[in-house]
């Protein structure tokens, strides 16, 4: 999967889980300050993308995905 | 060798005939109490720093009751009361009083003995048990089982909790959340061929996630991993509800209210969403009186009774979750 691809992907999750407009999607977003996605949308996002990607991400590495680009490596990295 | 002979008869108690296993038993009234006083959202937001509208999107809570005078056993008997005075007993039917808790504060007597002596019980087994949150699944559990062993024959099951003795009232992000109520139901045993109302219980806990939500300490404060309990929550309990639903022989289409614990309105309508139970009422008190541990299913059941929105006789799915981390539940018929 292409970063891009990864990037579509989550801008899907965020358009259902939190009404996030995909269009504001990209990589150097924050979730929480520049998406308005709270932390508990985020567990959301997490366990959505899980799913959708076929990846694991724990409870302790949530906290270090703070912009959509540190999620794409992370998904990136895990399907590798 | 000998043989040892079997007893000619078992007794219990009270000296009647144990003539044979109880099939089961049933809820046969509820009863609830909560303090007068109302906190609201913009009563907090003078506290911390906070605000309506923060506090309805994340746990979805407008208010909740807080006590003043009124212990952890005031409030445990003010419902036990309500919920005797519908089941149509006597306090001298009652052979066990069971308090579910995880905020008395003194160490002893327990709760229940506090309960029975206030309703006039004559000599009941009494004991509380703590599972946090989950407490009363696993209360309730406990009467069945007392109940189809022969050991307790009327069963007063209560669920208890005055969290705002153990909230840290600077801290924003747990003291918008709890609450102070109780919720109690009389229990019996089911007569010769009626069908048992409280199915079998599906318990169980994740000993690995104990520090998720603690109360520790000497003098402590609740406090909670949020993110960690709100993903265990709305991923890991579907499944065991659904299992708690399977064992007691019901198919999810039958279930005719959710009744589970009142954490968080976001965590309720998650699990929800993946129940997927049809013609399932969702109970949602959690907006008018915040989380109240293990008081909060009682409660909530005890409020969808007294509006009649369940019928009598229907079934009703159970699941508490909570600190530990600890969940249980079963399907019971409304009473």
Redesign the interface.
């Known amino acids: 999967m292409t970063r891009d691809e990864i990037v579509a992907g989550l801008a899907e999750i965020l358009e259902e889980v939190a009404g996030v407009n995909p269009d504001d999607v990209t990589e150097e977003k924050s979730f929480t300050e520049d998406l308005d996605v709270?932390?508990?949308s985020?567990?959301?996002v997490?366990?959505a993308a899980e799913e959708k990607f076929g990846v694991k991400i724990p409870?302790d590495e949530?906290q270090n995905l703070k912009t959509v680009g540190d999620a794409v490596s992370y998904i990136s990295k895990a399907q590798a | 060798m000998t043989d040892p002979g079997t007893p000619s008869e078992r007794v219990d108690q009270k000296g009647t005939a144990v003539t044979q296993t109880v099939a089961g038993s049933r809820i046969l009234s509820m009863g609830h109490y909560q303090p007068a006083r109302v906190l609201t959202n913009d009563d907090l937001a003078q506290m911390v720093d906070t605000n309506d509208q923060w506090i309805r999107?994340?746990v979805g809570i407008a208010t909740r009751r807080i006590a003043d005078n009124e212990t952890v056993a005031d409030m445990a008997a003010a419902a036990a009361e309500k919920a005797l005075a519908g089941s149509g007993l006597n306090a001298d039917d009652i052979d066990l009083v069971v308090v579910a808790t995880c905020s008395s504060v003194d160490r002893s007597p327990n709760v229940a003995c506090r309960v029975a002596a206030k309703l006039g019980i004559g000599a009941p087994a009494a004991y509380d048990i703590n599972t946090a949150c989950s407490g009363f699944s696993y209360a309730l559990a406990t009467a069945d089982h007392a109940i189809r062993a022969g050991s307790a024959r009327n069963v007063i099951v209560i669920g208890a909790e005055k969290l705002s003795d153990f909230t840290d009232w600077t801290d924003r992000s747990t003291c918008i959340l709890f609450g102070d109520a109780a919720g109690a139901a009389v229990v019996t045993a089911v007569a010769e061929g009626e069908e048992p109302g409280i199915g079998p219980v599906l318990w169980g806990s994740v000993p690995e996630r104990s520090d998720a939500v603690r109360i520790e300490g000497w003098r402590p404060y609740i406090q909670q991993?949020?993110?960690?309990v709100?993903?265990w929550a709305?991923?890991a309990l579907a499944p065991l509800a659904l299992d708690a639903v399977k064992r007691s022989g019901y198919e999810p289409g039958d279930i005719k209210a959710l009744v589970c614990h009142q954490a968080?309105l976001?965590i309720i309508e998650?699990i929800a969403k993946r129940l997927n139970l049809p013609d399932a009422v969702v109970a949602k008190d959690i907006v008018e009186s915040g989380n109240t541990s293990a008081a909060s299913m009682p409660l909530a059941l005890s409020k969808l009774v007294e509006r009649g929105e369940v019928p009598s006789g229907a079934p009703v799915l159970l699941f508490g979750f909570g600190g530990g981390l600890t969940y249980a539940g079963q399907v019971v018929r409304c009473p």
């Open positions: 709270d932390s508990l985020m567990v959301e997490v366990v409870d949530v | 999107d994340r991993e949020g993110q960690q709100f993903r709305t991923t968080n976001r998650g």
